[in-house]
């Protein structure tokens, strides 16, 4: 299913270290791409790495990482649209706030700017989304319900979330996935909500041409 000219495109890309952060060590910053159809999940281009790793490691498909706020609309705000009663305009406060973390103790959540610009105060779904705000992202999935945001995220977009993954940091990422997770979510939502199963073989032929 590659396609050479998106795949030669991807690897100049990089190949090029100027595309990525300096490192602080002698351990270069490392990076992944997978591209897909969004129609079909036909696997367009893929990167593994800047450069093959002598055990084949292959970053795009075979390493988790958590994917932060781009989590946010997975299981957060998709949810909440496709549930009902909420909608763009939707206000929730953006103050500081406490949640009992499950082990006894207290999680408080903040916003990556509070100290530097404040807390916002009322805001919308549509401005919470602009600027990433956490504390809204939190309070929404609190709101619309942890169970519903991780079905959705899992059953909908197959993401691989795990039964200990229900708990409200859900929203702001703390799970594990790779590129071709994310790609694979993200590319319902350009398929008008119709999930596709991402795919590389196309068929496979034989020495004589004939179809296996």
């Known amino acids: 299913t590659v396609n050479t000219k998106v795949q030669d495109a991807a690897e100049k890309a990089f190949a090029k270290s100027e595309n990525f952060p300096k490192s602080v060590d002698e351990t270069p910053v490392q990076g992944a ?5 969004n129609e079909t999940g036909a696997i367009t281009a893929m990167v593994g790495g800047r450069e093959y790793t002598p055990m084949g490691l292959n970053r795009a498909w075979q390493s988790g990482r958590q994917p932060g706020s781009t989590a946010k609309p997975l299981v957060v705000y998709a ?3 496709e549930k009902g009663g909420y909608y763009p305009g939707t206000v929730f406060d953006d103050m500081p706030v406490k949640y009992n973390d ?4 207290v999680w408080a959540p903040t916003d990556y700017d509070t100290l530097t610009t404040g807390w916002r105060g009322l805001i919308t779904m549509r ?4 600027d990433s705000v956490n504390v809204y992202a939190v309070k929404l999935l ?3 319900g942890v169970e519903y945001g991780w079905q959705f995220g899992k059953n ?3 993401l691989p979330l795990d039964e200990d993954e229900k708990v409200l940091s859900l929203g702001l990422g703390t799970f594990e996935v790779s590129t071709l997770d994310m790609a694979s979510a993200y590319s319902t939502f350009a398929n008008n909500g119709v999930k596709t199963e991402p795919y590389s ?3 496979v032929t034989g020495p004589d041409g004939k179809t296996v």
């Open 33 to 37: 791409i997978t591209v897909l159809e």
């Open 79 to 81: 949810p909440a649209l």
């Open 102 to 105: 499950g082990a006894g103790g």
């Open 127 to 130: 401005e919470a989304i602009e």
């Open 142 to 144: 609190h709101s619309v």
């Open 156 to 158: 909908n977009l197959g």
């Open 201 to 203: 073989v196309i068929k």
